[in-house]
């Protein structure tokens, strides 16, 4: 592969792929951190990408009970890895008036990014995914964009692009 090609294939977040309409939710419903998770868990199993999701929904609290995974700065990276999920997935997902999810700066959280993966992986793809969801979404100016954002084709470039600002 020539240098340039090269360039181009690592130019392309890891995370593109997983932006996918049908994952997102342009504005929860639920107003808990529980009910939240519960909400973000269904997406999955309306895309069929669990038929478990009472045990995906097990994981990712059992996750959480370790320690909350609202970051702050009105971000929430729920996660989990669960035989009950046939491959990786992100579901993303905003909350205008937030939801308090526990974060340590007692901010409700307003963006949700929720990682679930099989339980064994040869590269660390699933440690990347969340490592670019959080590089996205460090700065205050990509937060707004995102929660301004008028649909999932504008939060799916916003996120691209924040990525290797």
Do not use: C, N, W
């Not at 130019?11 to 939240?36: H, I, N």
């Not at 999810?101 to 590269?123: I, K, N, S």
Request: no cysteine; hydrophobic share 45%.
């Amino acid at each position: 592969m020539s240098p340039a090609a090269l360039s181009e294939v690592r130019k392309t977040p890891l995370l593109a792929p997983y932006l996918r309409p049908a994952l997102y939710v342009s504005e929860l419903k639920s107003r808990t951190k529980a009910a939240s998770i519960e909400e973000l868990v269904a997406v999955l199993a309306a895309d069929k990408l669990t038929r478990h999701p009472e045990g995906v929904l097990e994981a990712v609290s059992r996750r959480e009970d370790l320690g909350s995974t609202g970051l702050g700065k009105g971000i929430a990276l729920p996660h989990a890895r669960s035989t009950l999920v046939t491959q990786r997935a992100v579901v993303v997902a905003r909350s205008a008036k937030g939801i308090d999810f526990d974060a340590m700066d007692g901010q409700p959280a307003h963006l949700f990014f929720l990682v679930v993966a099989p339980p064994l992986e040869r590269d660390p793809v699933y440690l990347k995914l969340m490592a670019e969801i959080v590089r996205a979404v460090r700065l205050a100016k990509t937060r707004q964009r995102l929660l301004d954002a008028p649909d999932f084709k504008a939060v799916r470039r916003i996120l691209i692009g924040a990525i290797d600002e």
